[in-house]
């Protein structure tokens, strides 16, 4: 079954600073996806970006990024010059099996000023 | 602007009522599901539906169903509320994309409490 796993509970950073979320994961599936959310307090899930794994480059979205490498079966997030309002936790996810997202346990991230 | 829309944001209920969730899209997706998060274990799925009538269930069924009688709206329904599904719930829908592909939508959530 596929599985992903976010191993960071918790980051901080300063405003302006670059992070990195990491994520794994582990599929069976020759094509699959991997999705990142985010869900600020106010508890809406936000899409952010999306890799397909027969994608030639690494997606980017304004400020967000996913640094994709295959044969580690690693999705990280970068967000590149923090601002306050990125704090919130953060998910990656991806397909089951082309039925429903299945998500890791998520990251929250804290931005200070 | 696509929505999912969660009919009520916070609830409060007592053990062995019977409690409906509902959740409404206006995208025509023919897919939607619902997920609990909880704190430490992420997003779960409950149920999900391919298309109207239909339904599947996902990794922590026990103590749900769900209904699904028109395209845009589906229910999840908990027969006998007990302490251990206080939690958050959030619906969500897609439009069928490619197999693996196409992100979710998701609603503001419900938040529920059971005393």
């Known amino acids: 079954a596929q599985k992903i796993t976010q191993t960071q509970p918790g980051m901080f950073v300063q405003e302006k600073e670059a992070v990195t979320l990491d994520c794994t994961y582990d599929?069976?599936?020759?094509?699959?996806?991997l999705f990142w959310y985010k869900q600020p307090s106010s508890g809406e899930m936000i899409f952010l970006i999306y890799?397909?794994?027969?994608?030639?480059q690494n997606a980017t979205e304004g400020r967000y990024s996913l640094n994709f490498q295959k044969a580690r079966k690693s999705a990280n997030l970068v967000i590149s010059a923090s601002q306050l309002g990125d704090s919130a936790m953060y998910f990656c996810?991806?397909?089951?099996?082309?039925?429903?997202?299945?998500f890791g346990k998520g990251t929250t991230l804290s931005v200070s000023s | 602007d696509v929505k999912v829309t969660q009919s009520s944001r916070y609830l409060v209920k007592r053990t062995g009522e019977k409690v409906f969730l509902e959740c409404v899209q206006d995208?025509?997706?023919?897919?939607m599901f619902w997920y609990r998060q909880d704190p430490g274990l992420g997003l779960r799925l409950i149920y999900f539906?391919?298309?109207?009538?239909?339904?599947e269930k996902g990794d922590i069924p026990e103590g749900y169903s769900v209904s699904r009688e028109k395209k845009e709206r589906f229910s999840l329904i908990l027969e006998s509320a007990s302490t251990n599904q206080t939690s958050m719930y959030l619906c969500?829908?897609?439009?069928?994309?490619?197999?693996?592909?196409?992100?979710?939508?998701f609603g503001e959530g419900s938040r529920l409490t059971v005393l």
């Open positions: 969500a829908s897609r439009t069928i994309a490619g197999v693996n592909t196409g992100e979710l939508f």
């Open positions: 599929t069976s599936d020759p094509s699959y996806g």
């Open positions: 890799q397909g794994s027969y994608d030639q």
């Open positions: 996810a991806t397909y089951q099996a082309g039925t429903a997202l299945i």
């Open positions: 995208m025509d997706h023919e897919n």
């Open positions: 539906s391919y298309d109207v009538k239909m339904k």
